[in-house]
């Protein structure tokens, strides 16, 4: 004889269904100057969940690589030799759900360092329509304004000239508050100017507030002195 038994096995499945936390970070850019302190940039959400920043980076579509030491909070402010050194930077924020590294979302932040370069010039003496008369001859001059990262933005340009403020206009008299990136533009400074000392320029982006500073090196003044001839007999 046989005998036979039917068995019935029930399977469970569990699964836990990860919910991403959706990560953003403000602002999403900022801009300081070369050698400037940067402020915080802050990600949400801010609670449940834990952060990791990376960078600087080169892109967002890279590795991230490592993660900074000790920043794993939900504000950051970048520091260090970055902020020394001119051009575009990206950061990363990893944000998981607490306790799942696996759950998680990035979000990318902004950091431009710009730096203004301006190549030196060589000044010209004007003689302002009087070459017999030194005492109203001004300097004249090109400068090209650059800066890195590239940017559309306005400049101004002020001047002193031994200590003392000097006014600096484009060629044809109007304001110099409005220089553009990347092309070059003639000034000259004020009538009486020339042959009084070098010209120190500074050179403000309108936006950043970031600014450098050039010296234009007098050229002296170019007034043509007439000497009595002695007369001839031809």
């Given at each position: 004889?046989?005998?036979?038994?039917?068995?019935?096995?029930?399977?469970?499945?569990?699964?836990?269904?990860?919910?991403?936390?959706?990560?953003?970070?403000?602002?999403?850019?900022q801009?300081?100057?070369v050698?400037?302190?940067?402020?915080?940039?802050?990600?949400?959400?801010?609670?449940?969940?834990?952060?990791?920043?990376?960078?600087?980076?080169?892109?967002?579509?890279?590795?991230?690589?490592?993660?900074?030491?000790?920043?794993?909070?939900?504000?950051?402010?970048?520091?260090?030799?970055?902020?020394?050194?001119?051009?575009?930077?990206?950061?990363?924020v990893?944000?998981?759900?607490t306790?799942?590294?696996?759950?998680?979302?990035?979000?990318?932040?902004?950091?431009?360092?710009?730096?203004?370069?301006v190549?030196?010039?060589?000044?010209?003496?004007?003689?302002?329509?009087?070459?017999?008369?030194?005492?109203?001859?001004?300097?004249?001059?090109?400068?090209?304004?650059?800066?890195?990262?590239?940017?559309?933005?306005?400049?101004?340009?002020?001047?002193?000239?031994?200590?003392?403020?000097?006014?600096?206009?484009?060629?044809?008299?109007?304001a110099?508050?409005?220089?553009?990136?990347?092309?070059?533009?003639?000034l000259?400074?004020?009538?009486?100017?020339?042959?009084?000392?070098n010209?120190?320029?500074t050179?403000?982006?309108?936006?950043?507030?970031?600014?450098?500073?050039?010296?234009?090196?007098?050229?002296?003044?170019?007034a043509?002195?007439?000497v009595?001839?002695?007369?001839?007999?031809?």
């Amino acid at each position: 004889t046989s005998a036979s038994a039917e068995i019935t096995v029930t399977y469970i499945y569990c699964s836990t269904t990860c919910t991403k936390p959706v990560a953003s970070a403000s602002p999403q850019k900022q801009t300081i100057c070369v050698g400037g302190t940067a402020t915080a940039f802050t990600a949400t959400p801010s609670t449940g969940v834990e952060y990791k920043w990376y960078g600087p980076l080169t892109s967002t579509s890279g590795s991230l690589g490592t993660a900074i030491s000790g920043a794993t909070n939900a504000t950051f402010t970048p520091s260090g030799a970055a902020l020394s050194t001119a051009g575009t930077k990206y950061y990363a924020v990893v944000v998981n759900t607490t306790g799942d590294v696996a759950c998680a979302d990035t979000a990318f932040v902004e950091l431009d360092v710009s730096k203004i370069t301006v190549p030196a010039v060589t000044a010209l003496c004007h003689a302002n329509g009087t070459p017999e008369d030194a005492t109203d001859d001004y300097m004249t001059f090109s400068i090209h304004v650059g800066t890195e990262p590239m940017s559309t933005n306005k400049f101004t340009v002020t001047a002193t000239q031994g200590g003392n403020p000097l006014a600096v206009t484009l060629s044809n008299g109007g304001a110099a508050t409005s220089i553009n990136c990347g092309l070059n533009t003639p000034l000259r400074t004020a009538s009486g100017s020339a042959g009084k000392g070098n010209v120190t320029l500074t050179i403000t982006d309108n936006v950043t507030g970031c600014s450098t500073t050039l010296v234009v090196t007098d050229p002296g003044t170019c007034a043509v002195t007439c000497v009595q001839g002695t007369p001839s007999t031809v």
